[in-house]
């Protein structure tokens, strides 16, 4: 049985196969799974918000889908991952409560599924699958052997990206 590694809120990690990351409770946060094949290698990050820049606190990296998809990136290549191999796959993002308003300071789940893809394409890692938006929770796990990526929603049942 292979070893579930969790990643919390505001956290990454990376992982070698057999090993699985997993991450509980996407709302309007986002799953970023990052991974290469080739060595069989994958990283997980579970972003709350979609820019640093914009936030005083920001000592946090992983909190943010800037400072964390890069964190994410030096790590997966320090383990040997080459650029060229890496793809992704994302989750999450979803608008959590209903608004009376239509402020977009608000719809912090579609931000940080914009931003994420954005930043993506600025590092230009082919994104491969997502499941994204929505009014409900998800649960990721992350298959560095296949890049896999199961998606778990209350009510939803299980998707397999």
């Known amino acids: 049985m292979a070893e579930l590694i969790k990643v919390g809120m ?3 990690k990376i992982t070698k196969s ?3 990351l997993t991450t509980l ?3 309007s946060c ?7 094949l080739d060595i069989k290698l994958a990283g997980l990050a579970h972003i709350m918000l979609p820019d640093s820049t914009q936030i005083k606190n920001n000592a946090n990296k992983a909190k943010f889908a800037d400072t964390a998809l890069e ?4 790590e997966l290549k320090k ?5 060229s191999n890496i793809v992704a796959k994302i989750a999450g993002g979803a608008q959590m409560f209903s608004m009376d308003s239509q402020s977009d300071i608000m719809k912090i789940g579609t931000r940080n599924v914009l931003a994420t893809k954005k930043l993506l394409e600025q590092y230009k890692i082919p ?6 938006g929505g009014n409900y929770g998800r649960t990721i796990e992350i298959y560095p052997d296949s890049g896999k990526l ?3 929603a209350i009510g939803k049942g299980v998707r397999e990206l």
């Open 10 to 12: 505001a956290d990454l």
């Open 18 to 20: 057999p090993s699985v």
């Open 25 to 27: 409770g996407l709302g």
């Open 30 to 36: 986002v799953g970023i799974a990052l991974y290469d």
């Open 71 to 74: 964190i994410l990136l030096q």
């Open 79 to 83: 383990a040997g991952a080459q650029k």
């Open 127 to 132: 994104l491969k699958a997502e499941d994204t």
């Open 150 to 152: 199961l998606v778990k």
